[in-house]
């Protein structure tokens, strides 16, 4: 192609839309553009790397045995009601845009695709010799994101590929779910970049696992832990520690302390001379239900751990049965005016004490008859305590009055246990590890790329999609999903790749491999040979681009190093021995080759690199 002949608009200045390089990178450099808040124009540059990309995902989802197809946007409503998914996510998450069709049915735009892929098995798969089956495809995901950003990293439009399987049992689904992880790595490691499959959160679906590929990169949202022996890594939303150990409680009788503005455990312990490991923290939270129930939870934890609140929301998943609900909708610390709403009087923040009584909560007030039920407010705190906490001798705590502890405190003598005992830690740096308590880990920052799911039977069971076992039974199907953000792996290759003068593409994934640079327009003999290497590079499969425009030599340079084409060839000055000066844009590596050459050596450095 042709610069004269495209639409080639290069930035100067960095954008002021954008906050991380690469996002600023691609907006100078004119591969995207922003048509409104995280919808984003695909340029052709860009076009060219998602199809790239695009291209590498299907080479190895198809080596794999998986089938590409291809999933409708717009789904019914009721697909999502079958799988009780419709109403968090349209309204509670709020993810999924939905829509009245002119018949006034509702519909929704895809986020994802389970429902629809379950819909099409439970009518298509009868029996197992049907199976094992994997459809995957590559399409436009529609997300209204809380918060879109970084452009095509957190965008409400991008590019997904999703994959389905289903399986008579979980060791197939586990053998494909390797097959996925092999995959994965393949993808990644083709486009360039430097990852690190993690362990990763699976929600309270269970499974048996699900595992994340992050990109390596400063500007990713997610926080990674792994140890140096390379044997654990996991986000850190599911990593386990150990937590360091317990100092020797300073307390040898129980008693109550005033210890007056000491609202934090780090005061409270100056105060007190104590290790944090000698606190029992009390920490209140908030919990909404699918079923509008709001419940009240208390969680006692060592005093110097804090709660992971993905863990936290797991386990009340699985009590929401207790409280006729399904999901948890919500989960936050109450504030003030939340507070206001349910406690009968003022509550002693900073010194909670571990018995904080259920009088707290202002009992419901009989509803007339005939109002419209408003949220009920579950009369009990629920009561959790974390492994750290259970252990602990002559604790301190707080004394359920502001300004005042407690020292030297038991549980089975001050306190009672609370009888649910969880793991809600948050695991961090600098913890030992439990594969081997030698090893600490470490933190790292990631972009998620890909994910992938054992999901079990959640769908299969929650729609009725059953096929018939060898022995002539009905089983429900066993199913995994796996994605990968085809848009934010273009991105997050130019996060891990680019230096102060723009985008250093990978060979595999880059617009174009090789761009002829004329720095003289008006030069006969420069035309003609860039004209002919131009030809004969595109002719022999090097994908290359011709700086013809009526330029400075300098700002063509300029350019070609920001849009990242890997390799510049400049018909300058060396045509008079025949040659070219060729740069390599990721090390600036410059040779001189002859002519007559250039086409061999690119492609040979061009298969180096596939
Ligand atoms: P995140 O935690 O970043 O919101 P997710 O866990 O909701 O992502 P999945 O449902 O696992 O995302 O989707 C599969 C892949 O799609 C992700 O690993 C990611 O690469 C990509 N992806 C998800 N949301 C977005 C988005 N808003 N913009 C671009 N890519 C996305
Ligand atoms: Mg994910």
New binding site residues.
């Given amino acids: 192609m042709r610069l004269s002949q495209m639409l080639f608009v290069t930035l100067r200045e960095d954008p002021a839309e954008a906050e991380i390089p690469s996002h600023k990178l691609l907006l100078r450099a004119g591969y995207i553009r922003r048509i409104a808040s995280?919808v984003y124009a695909y340029l052709p540059l860009m076009w060219r790397v998602l199809q790239k990309v695009s291209r590498i995902v299907r080479e190895e989802m198809n080596a794999t045995g998986a089938m590409e197809c291809l999933l409708p946007q717009l789904q019914p409503a009721d697909l999502w009601k079958e799988s009780g998914r419709w109403d968090t996510y349209t309204k509670a998450e709020g993810i999924m845009f939905s829509l009245i069709d002119r018949q006034e049915r509702e519909m929704g735009l895809g986020p994802?695709h389970e429902e629809v892929i379950t819909t099409i098995a439970r009518d298509m798969i009868r029996s197992y010799r049907q199976l094992p089956l994997h459809l995957y495809q590559i399409q436009t995901?529609f997300?209204d994101?809380i918060r879109?950003r970084f452009g095509?990293?957190?965008?409400?439009e991008?590019i997904?590929k999703?994959g389905y399987s289903f399986h008579t049992d979980e060791e197939s689904l586990k053998q494909t779910y390797q097959d996925m992880h092999q995959a994965y790595s393949n993808i990644l490691r083709r486009c360039g970049l430097k990852f690190r499959a993690v362990e990763a959160d699976s929600g309270a679906i269970g499974g048996s696992g699900s595992q994340?590929f992050m990109v390596l990169a400063d500007a990713g949202?997610d926080e990674i832990l792994y140890t140096d022996d390379g044997k654990y890594a996991a986000n850190v939303e599911k990593a386990v520690s150990l937590p360091p150990e317990v100092e020797p409680s300073p307390f040898k009788a129980y008693e109550k302390r005033e210890t007056p503005g000491t609202e934090t455990i780090e005061k409270m312990c100056n105060f007190l001379k104590c290790s944090p490991t000698n606190v029992v923290k009390n920490v209140l939270y908030q919990a909404v239900y699918d079923n509008g129930m709001v419940v009240l939870v208390l969680v006692n934890i060592r005093g110097d751990q804090d709660v992971n609140e993905v863990k936290l929301q797991n386990e009340l998943t699985k009590l929401a049965d207790h409280y006729r609900a399904s999901t948890v909708l919500a989960l936050t610390v109450p504030d003030a005016a939340e507070q206001e709403k349910w406690a009968a009087r003022p509550l002693p923040l900073g010194y909670l004490a571990p018995n904080l009584s259920d009088r707290y909560i202002r009992p419901a007030q009989p509803q007339p008859v005939g109002a419209k039920a408003s949220s009920q407010v579950a009369p009990r705190f629920l009561r959790l305590v974390d492994k750290t906490a259970v252990d602990l001798k002559n604790f301190a705590t707080g004394a359920d009055e502001a300004g005042y502890h407690v020292v030297g405190a038991n549980w089975g003598k001050e306190f009672e246990l609370p009888e649910r005992v969880v793991d809600v830690r948050k695991a961090k740096a600098g913890d030992r590890a439990l594969h081997d308590p030698t090893q600490f880990l470490k933190s790292a920052r990631g972009i998620?790329?890909?994910?992938i799911f054992q999901l079990g039977t959640k769908y299969s069971k929650a729609m009725g999609a059953t096929f018939t076992n060898e022995q002539g039974e009905s089983q429900p199907l066993v199913m995994g999903c796996y994605?990968?953000?085809v848009?934010?792996?273009a991105q997050a290759a130019v996060e891990q790749s680019h230096d102060r003068d723009g985008i250093v593409w990978s060979p595999s994934i880059a617009p174009y491999h090789a761009i002829v640079v004329i720095p003289n327009i008006n030069d006969v003999d420069q035309v003609k040979a860039a004209e002919s290497l131009y030809g004969e590079l595109n002719q022999a499969g090097v994908e290359t681009l011709l700086d013809d425009r009526e330029e400075r030599a300098g700002v063509k340079f300029k350019d070609a190093d920001l849009i990242g084409i890997p390799y510049r060839i400049v018909t300058g000055k060396t045509l008079k021995n025949n040659k070219v000066e060729v740069v390599k844009r990721a090390t600036r590596e410059t040779q001189e080759i002859a002519l007559e050459s250039v086409v061999e050596t690119l492609k040979q450095w061009i298969s180096a690199c596939e």
């Fill in positions: 995280g994802t995901k997300r994101e879109p095509l990293m957190r965008g409400r991008f997904m999703d994340e949202e998620e790329i890909g994910h994605g990968v953000g848009s934010r792996l």
